[in-house]
């Protein structure tokens, strides 16, 4: 199917049967999903911050069985190493070292709790986000495709947390917040998980088609007044800049760099075609701006000691 119309109408239908099957298992949250879809069809990864509790990890488990890929989960602890996570080489009763791959080598990865771990280890991942590959003992492997990490963080005010760093969270296209559920919805989730009912998720996508969506919205056309508007974005994020408004000059350390302009337009060329659009908007910007743009503008002290936000800060600027 390369007639790019026939393409969006089956997109649209087999999202809407993905979309179906997590639901089976996750009440709500569906701006959280939707985002998420986001960003495996415009094959970057998404960090899930919240408390304990809100099935964050439970989320990207389901998404996983409604995906018909490989999936590895790593849970991230302060005595985790980067060859528990890559792989290493040992030497084998030929006396010839062998490789062996670490479970960073699939196609879904869940980074649990992905900040209580030292630096050092996270930073294991960086080259896999961002080169679809691992560099180990001098030797470079490729990562199968698609291949995206999803990843949860606690809020970095608790206790055993490492803040993740700024080189790190840039290889994110999206932080999202998971807040609680609301009432109704908890009511729904208590009935659920308390009684015997237990639906099981069934894969729906499978990666050749995934890597064509992806193909596809890398294809959409973009109005050269969107890809301004998404740079103007990005540009007002930074204090040294021009068009950066007052309330950014204040409060702002250092702004969104080039790849949230990036990231701004994939979101947007996938949010399109979500609605079945040919090609984005600047409304389809609007509506991925504040994930892409609420972990790279890094508050100054001024900021936090009047209880200005990220989320503050961003909607002033749309």
Excluded at 5 to 16: A, C, G, M, P, Q
Excluded at 177 to 202: A, L, Q
Excluded at 295 to 314: F, M, P, S
């Amino acid at each position: 199917m390369n007639n790019p119309v026939e393409l969006i109408e089956r997109f649209r239908d087999r999202t809407e049967a993905l979309k179906k099957e997590i639901a089976k298992k996750i009440v709500g949250q569906d701006d959280i999903i939707h985002t998420i879809l986001l960003s495996i069809f415009s094959q970057g990864h998404s960090l899930l911050v919240g408390v304990p509790g809100l099935a964050k990890t439970l989320m990207i488990k389901t998404l996983a069985d409604a995906l018909d890929l490989s999936f590895s989960r790593i849970q991230f602890t302060p005595d985790l190493m980067p060859s528990d996570i890559l792989g290493s080489e040992i030497l084998d009763q030929n006396r010839q070292f062998k490789f062996i791959k670490g479970p960073v080598f699939a196609n879904i990865i869940l980074a649990d709790e992905i900040n209580r771990t030292p630096p050092k280890t996270q930073s294991a991942l960086l080259e896999a986000m961002q080169e679809r590959r691992v560099t180990v003992a001098g030797r470079t492997f490729d990562l199968d495709k698609p291949f995206f990490v999803l990843a949860t963080q606690n809020p970095i005010e608790q206790e055993g947390t490492y803040p993740l760093p700024e080189a790190q969270l840039d290889r994110f296209m999206f932080s999202l917040y998971v807040d609680y559920p609301g009432f109704d919805e908890e009511v729904e989730i208590v009935n659920r998980t308390t009684g015997e009912v237990n639906e099981e998720v069934k894969p729906v996508l499978g990666a050749g088609e995934i890597l064509q969506y992806q193909d596809l919205v890398r294809r959409m056309p973009v109005a050269p007044n969107v890809v301004e508007y998404a740079v103007g974005l990005a540009r007002k994020t930074r204090p040294g800049q021009d068009e950066a408004p007052d309330m950014v000059r204040q409060y702002v350390r250092y702004g969104a760099g080039p790849r949230a302009s990036q990231y701004l337009i994939l979101g947007a060329k996938a949010n399109a075609l979500f609605r079945g659009k040919a090609s984005p908007d600047a409304e389809d910007v609007r509506q991925v701006a504040e994930a892409v743009l609420r972990h790279r503008v890094l508050r100054n002290y001024k900021a936090e000691a009047e209880g200005i936000t990220g989320r503050d800060i961003i909607r002033a600027i749309l």
